[in-house]
């Protein structure tokens, strides 16, 4: 049996096939030409080199983006799919020539801060200036307030290096991991190095509004406060009250004083928190004496979590007082990862400025996670733009794998 729409071709020479991914690079380069993008990046932002060559700027950004859009495991499986087809690609955003991957890596590790802050802006003013969805989406609580969710996640991770030869006759080791990881508190994790890079969401429209790097432990109340003036800027933007704006907290933002700097501006905040020792107050103990406000039961686990509201709970002995929500589990035989284990039973504290009658502790709790697993699902889905484009969003180097 024959089929007409199949051919066979057999040629000795090589006839590489065009990457599935070329067609999303062909329309990510024509938004950048047609909303003005990269001429912009070409006539407004300036990096000067020593010995700059025949490359500029934008070429290594085109590298950066495609490289992003490609989902290759490392760059040097992205160069060498995209070695037949560099002219065409290159073409695409208006240039001629590709740079090499070890150029690529010298421009990166060479890239400076303001250079990084100028394309951080024009990105972001971009960001801001459209608006590609009808409605921002948005959630409704009891009494028919809107509410929009950034989600700022704070992450650090840990990095392994590998072991390398040290002798007397032996130049001084070098690491690409050098510009981007320091010595830091590496928690439960395995390595040496330690980064930190906080990200923030759009929960609704899944828009990255930024994202903030640094080497060892970070400058995270940094990254919070600049993460603050993004989505003070995108309220001010839609029109919104940053009172509407609904920040929820992850990982680095445990504690009470980062608390204070989204409080100061006047934005809606909820977070998992780590300050246990809030069980110990007269208000948490007189609450989890009684009868819990509510059960809930996981729908696939079937775990059952009491939950247990406070209503106003100061964080510190000066304040400030925010509502507190307890969820209660028993304990397993192996400590908890998320929560404080106390007696056979497993203690997670969520804090929120959400009103009471407003949202119940049920639908605090549940969205807090529902957002969670919404952002936890995108980052497996595959690597993000702006988390590729370290180099031009995050402020540091980019760390280059190339093919281990």
């Known amino acids: 049996m024959t ?3 199949v051919t066979i071709q057999i040629t000795p020479e090589p ?3 065009t990457p599935s991914w070329m067609g999303e690079v062909a329309a990510f380069a024509q938004v950048l030409t047609h909303t003005g993008i990269r001429s912009a990046i070409q006539d407004q932002v300036r990096f000067a ?13 085109a590298v950066v983006i495609g490289y992003a859009l490609s989902g290759e495991a490392t760059l040097k499986d992205f160069y060498e799919r ?11 955003f208006e240039r001629n020539r590709l740079p090499h991957r070890s150029t690529l890596s010298r421009f990166l590790a060479a890239l400076d801060q303001p250079t990084v802050e100028a394309l951080r802006t024009l990105f972001q003013e971009d960001l801001l200036a459209r608006t590609p969805f009808a409605s921002p989406g948005g959630l ?14 704070g992450t650090r991770c840990v990095d392994r290096q590998r072991a390398l030869p040290q002798a007397e006759s032996l130049p001084a080791p070098h690491r690409r991991f050098d510009h981007v990881c320091a010595p830091g508190y590496q928690g439960r994790k395995r390595g040496e190095v330690v980064r930190t890079r906080t990200v923030v969401l759009q929960a609704h429209t899944h828009q990255f509004l930024g994202t903030f790097g640094g080497p060892g432990n970070g400058d995270y109340r940094g990254e919070l406060r600049r993460a603050i003036a993004v989505i003070t800027s995108y309220a001010t933007q839609l029109g919104l009250s940053p009172a509407s704006m609904l920040m929820r907290l992850d990982e680095l933002y445990g504690d009470a004083a980062p608390l204070l700097d989204v409080l100061s501006a006047g934005l809606g905040v909820i977070t998992r928190s780590r300050a246990y020792h809030l069980l110990e107050h ?9 009868s819990p406000d509510h059960v809930s039961t996981h729908p696939e686990s079937h775990m059952q979590r009491s939950l247990y509201d406070c209503a106003s709970v100061p964080l510190t002995p000066t304040g400030p007082e925010m509502r507190l929500v307890i969820a209660t589990h028993a304990g397993a035989s192996a400590d908890p990862a998320v929560g404080i284990e106390r007696d056979g039973t497993v203690y997670e504290l969520f804090v929120s400025t959400l009103p009471s009658p407003a949202f119940t502790a049920t639908e605090g709790a549940t969205a807090f996670c529902i957002i969670r697993s919404d952002l936890s699902t995108m980052r497996k889905q595959g690597r993000s733009l702006l988390e590729a484009m370290v180099a031009v969003f995050a402020g540091t180097p980019f760390p280059i794998a190339w093919g281990t």
């Open 82 to 92: 995209l070695a037949p087809f560099a002219e065409p690609f290159m073409a695409l």
């Open 15 to 17: 006839l590489p096939s």
């Open 282 to 290: 007269p208000v948490v103990k007189q609450t989890l004496a009684r």
């Open 49 to 61: 080199r020593a010995r700059m060559g025949t490359y500029e700027l934008i070429d290594f950004v």
């Open 140 to 153: 409704f609580d009891r009494t028919g307030g809107q509410w929009m969710v950034a989600d700022v996640d």
């Open 3 to 5: 089929f007409s729409s």
